[in-house]
T-cell receptor, first 114, second 112 residues
Framework: KAGVTQTPRYLIKTRGQQVTLSCSPISGHRSVSWYQQTPGQGLQFLFEYFSETQRNKGNFPGRFSGRQFSNSRSEMNVSTLELGDSALYLC?????????????FGQGTRLTVV | SQKIEQNSEALNIQEGKTATLTCNYTNYSPAYLQWYRQDPGRGPVFLLLIRENEKEKRKERLKVTFDTTLKQSLFHITASQPADSATYLCALDTGRNTPLVFGKGTRLSVIA
């Protein structure tokens, strides 16, 4: 079974630009969650999509948005980039059933804003 | 407010010893507690899950305990090896379709 795939792996953007990150979950997983990881803050939850609907949202500004397609693939968009958005962005897929709640993470996208 | 703490940012131990990592939480009622391993520059990898009605779970050299009275989970690696060096994260799951909440992790270094 293929794992979670995130593209691109690395990205360098300039302040004020916007960026789109992509995540392909494990086949059969309907839940896709996005996290931001920085050395000081650890893993911070951004949002979760389940069957194309945003089910949960973290405490991030509206510049951070996402969507999920009918094939469960998900994209995350950040507009008007700030230096503080530099981080590792991780996508996790899960079945999110009573018996299967563990998350499977991709390798992440390392975003650097200059 | 809800809080999850892994009370050691870093832990150094000798090869062959047992490493014990702690995860404490407040104002949560988790149905599950999960442990992940993360290597530098990579995504976390799921290791073990323990349910609120379970006291202990084992997998090879790994053991997790869950005490809902103390609001604490302990993660043990027995006979530790340098290859066990990584950051270990605990995560709470309320089981009610809310997001997993992660601790900041403990960076374990096993010294040969």
């Amino acid at each position: 079974k293929a794992g979670v795939t995130q593209t691109p792996r690395y990205l360098i953007k300039t302040r004020g630009q916007q960026v789109t990150l992509s995540c392909s979950p494990i086949s059969g997983h309907r839940s896709v969650s996005w996290y931001q990881q920085t050395p000081g803050q650890g893993l911070q939850f951004l949002f979760e999509y389940f069957s194309e609907t945003q089910r949960n949202k973290g405490n991030f500004p509206g510049r951070f948005s996402g969507r999920q397609f009918s094939n469960s693939r998900s994209e995350m968009n950040v507009s008007t980039l700030e230096l503080g958005d530099s981080a590792l962005y991780l996508c996790a897929s899960s079945q999110r059933t009573v018996l299967n709640t563990e998350a499977f993470f991709g390798q992440g996208t390392r975003l650097t804003v200059v | 407010s809800q809080k999850i703490e892994q009370n050691s940012e870093a832990l150094n131990i000798q090869e062959g010893k047992t490493a014990t990592l702690t995860c404490n939480y407040t104002n949560y009622s988790p149905a599950y507690l999960q442990w992940y391993r993360q290597d530098p520059g990579r995504g976390p990898v799921f290791l073990l899950l323990i349910r609120e009605n379970e006291k202990e779970k084992r997998k090879e050299r790994l053991k997790v305990t869950f005490d809902t009275t103390l609001k604490q989970s302990l993660f043990h690696i027995t006979a530790s090896q340098p290859a066990d060096s990584a950051t270990y994260l605990c995560a709470l799951d309320t089981g009610r379709n809310t997001p997993l909440v992660f601790g900041k992790g403990t960076r374990l270094s096993v010294i040969a």
